[in-house]
């Protein structure tokens, strides 16, 4: 085995260890940081982000960019809300959630490998309809109300000690993870990602793959939907919109880590609780609310340029 340069690592691990860097700025510097109470709302607010990154990451594998995951899981939390309201067991609301991910996942992948639209356009599309949808469920009014504990635990509780949110974190990233590394059709997934021609020539069905990609992360916004929805005890039309942005950056951020150039899962699980150690640590240390809104928009344009081939083919190639 070849010895590993200096290069090598900071290409590698250089991001993970800026963030790894500036989570000790924080625990140093930003008062109450380091409070039990506080660590423990990051870790919660970073699983939604997780869950919903990982989702368009498993898109991104096969080259895909859905853009509609932010909307599907608004409307997948007012469905789940909706049947919540309406007294309906708590296990039919999250299996609603879950149907309108599939469902809306399964229509991107249509549009994508049968009408042969480019993603970007398709899921910006699906994207509107959701966004309609909900609004008409809701009349542009949210459902809230005292939800069932069986319902509200799903993301309220703990687990020996742990809270639920980050066991559905942990969940989800280890299903992610394990599908890409140690299955078949993960492998094909990412051959198909990476090179969708020379896949298909080698007899791997590209377009199940890309339509597989695309299912999951609609899957995966129903499941993050479902959480919101059980921790707010509301549901609104417009309620994980907040979020896109946030997805994104956290799957780009996290291909420059671990895997350099490649959406890849513990880049994308790390790079989420890196954004939210920022903004809450922005927020402790008294920065105004638009500072989070200017360096989001810096990470997200310096982890386009370093990987600015892999964007643009997740986003016009068919």
Known sequence: MGRITAREV???YGTAIAGLALILFFLLFAPNFASTTNIINVLKDTSFLAILALGFALAFTVAELDL???EIASLAAVVCGWLVHSQYPPALAVAGALVVGVV??????FGVTVLRIPSLIMTLGTAAI???CAFMITQGVAFVGRWPVGFTGLARGYTFGIPNLVLWM???TLFAWGLIKWTRTGAHMVATGEADEAARLAGIATARMKRIGLLLAGVFAGLMAALLAANLSSAAPNMAGDYLLYAIAAVLLGMTMFEPGKPNVPGTVFAALVLKVLGNGLVLLGAAYYIQDIVLGVIIIGSVAFSASAMKTAAFKV
């Open 68 to 70: 509609s995951v932010a």
């Open 170 to 172: 942990i969940a989800a």
């Open 104 to 109: 809306f996942g399964s229509l991107n992948g």
């Open 130 to 132: 959701a966004k309609g």
């Open 10 to 12: 900071i290409g590698r």
